[in-house]
């Protein structure tokens, strides 16, 4: 193997290991915005006056503040409200404050439809948000993985001999030390050949 060709694939093998990088980032800050608005539709379903701060926790921070959403989540409870006049309730009264209707507290308060749908919405939302953070983390490990063993066998197919010199004596790989390029000046010397042509 030439230094032009080893620099060839493993240069060739960083690109694409840096797009895969790229790509998982991308998908992974989508799936983060989507479970961020999910967590945030879910929490105004269940009445949670704090939907913005945990959507911007959890869109920023990640992980740690999802679990602790859901670890602190409670259930739906639907506020109460007069049958008769829509008023809302500060607690079970037998009479509105409002209308003075009468109010039967053994009939439980029906919850607004739109607030059933948040929730459902919140839901899907984080199902997708989570399958695409799972996707890019795979994607990254997998994209990681494929990198080292392409790096390494790109290494271990250096002749122990040393380099098969393609450049002439401007080269700085000329001067090898157990097969190895001299990686002090290799930099300046692929700019002035590559990078820096007329």
């Known amino acids: 193997m030439t230094e ?12 694409v290991f840096m797009i ?9 800050i989508a799936g983060r915005v989507l479970f961020a608005v999910g967590v945030y539709k879910d929490a105004q379903g269940n009445y949670n006056n704090n939907a913005m701060m945990w959507a911007l926790l959890i869109g920023f921070l990640g992980l740690i503040p999802a679990i602790i959403y859901f670890c602190v989540r409670k259930p739906a409870m639907p506020p109460l409200q007069c049958p008769h006049c829509r008023g809302q309730l500060q607690g079970a009264f037998p009479t ?11 009939i439980p308060p029906q919850e607004n439809p739109s607030f059933i749908e948040l929730r459902a919405k919140g839901k899907k939302l984080m199902i997708w948000g989570g399958i ?30 040393g380099w098969e010199f393609s450049y002439g004596d ?21 700019q002035s050949k590559f990078f820096l042509k007329a």
């Not at 953070?133 to 066998?153: P, R």
């Not at 080269?171 to 090898?176: L, R, T």
């Open 4 to 15: 032009m060709q080893f620099f060839q694939e493993f240069f060739g093998s960083m690109m």
């Open 96 to 106: 509105c404050p409002y209308c003075k209707g009468t109010i039967d507290l053994t």
């Open 170 to 190: 401007d080269s700085p790989f000329g001067d090898n030390y157990g097969g190895f390029p001299r990686f002090d000046s290799a930099f300046s010397y692929i």
């Open 132 to 161: 695409l953070v799972i996707v890019s983390t795979v994607l990254a490990i997998v994209g990681t993985i494929i990198y080292m063993a392409a790096a390494f066998n790109t290494v271990s197919r250096i002749p122990s001999s």
């Open 20 to 28: 895969v990088i790229l790509i998982a980032a991308a998908i992974e």
